[in-house]
């Protein structure tokens, strides 16, 4: 597809998948953006029996419901403990003053009164969405993400998570395979994260 980094779209080789021993992977349907060749039931039916399949979340746009607000200090009324981001100001802006132009967006944005009831039905809604994802997923961190979003950081940005969070997703990785973890390798995860 133009516009995609090279590699984006290339179907995954029948022999390769046929001969691999572990398989990452994040649960996508067949109409996902990549490429339907990416979707679970061609993938799945082309590895070996014997393949070991671990189903990892999948973070994007979690971000938007969990992003840490605490330095976004762009609505008034809001003072950010709830730690929720929505795009659906945005809307609202574009919606208010449609047809005008970015000053009017911009004082509206401003003025803007965030009602603390919608952001906490919003932030269960996108809770219970993940959790029934979750469900297929071999490595569960929702509860541990709601638990901690107010204390720890849990996005870089609103698509990416930080290092304990992938860190998390990789002690699950190491103790369903098996494999004993200490505190120097979360050192070094984090140093190169």
């Known amino acids: 597809s133009e516009g995609m980094p090279q590699g984006m779209h290339t179907p995954l080789a029948d022999d390769t998948l046929q001969n691999v021993d572990l398989l990452l992977t994040q649960h996508m349907k067949s109409d996902n953006t990549l490429s339907a060749t ?15 399949v671990i189903f990892i979340p999948n973070f994007y746009a979690w971000g938007t419901g969990i992003y840490q607000t605490q330095n976004l200090k762009i609505i008034n009324g ?5 730690g929720f981001y929505d795009d659906e100001l945005l809307d609202l802006a574009y919606q208010k003053v449609y047809r005008r132009d970015i000053k009017s967006i911009w004082e509206f944005i401003q003025t803007y009164e965030m009602d603390a009831t919608r952001i906490h039905e919003k932030f269960e809604q996108m809770v219970e969405h993940l959790k029934q994802r979750e469900k297929r997923w071999n490595i569960k961190i929702v509860d541990w993400m709601v638990q901690n979003y107010g204390k720890t950081p849990i996005y870089l940005d609103l698509g990416h998570p930080t290092s304990i969070v992938m860190w998390l997703v990789c002690k699950g990785i190491l103790y369903l395979l098996g494999i004993q973890q200490d505190d120097s390798l979360r050192q070094a ?3 190169e994260y």
Request: aromatic share 14%; proline share 0%; no cysteine.
């Open 38 to 52: 990416y979707a679970d039931e061609n993938v799945l039916s082309k590895i070996s029996d014997s393949t070991k």
């Open 78 to 82: 809001w003072k950010g403990d709830s």
């Open 189 to 191: 995860y984090e140093n």
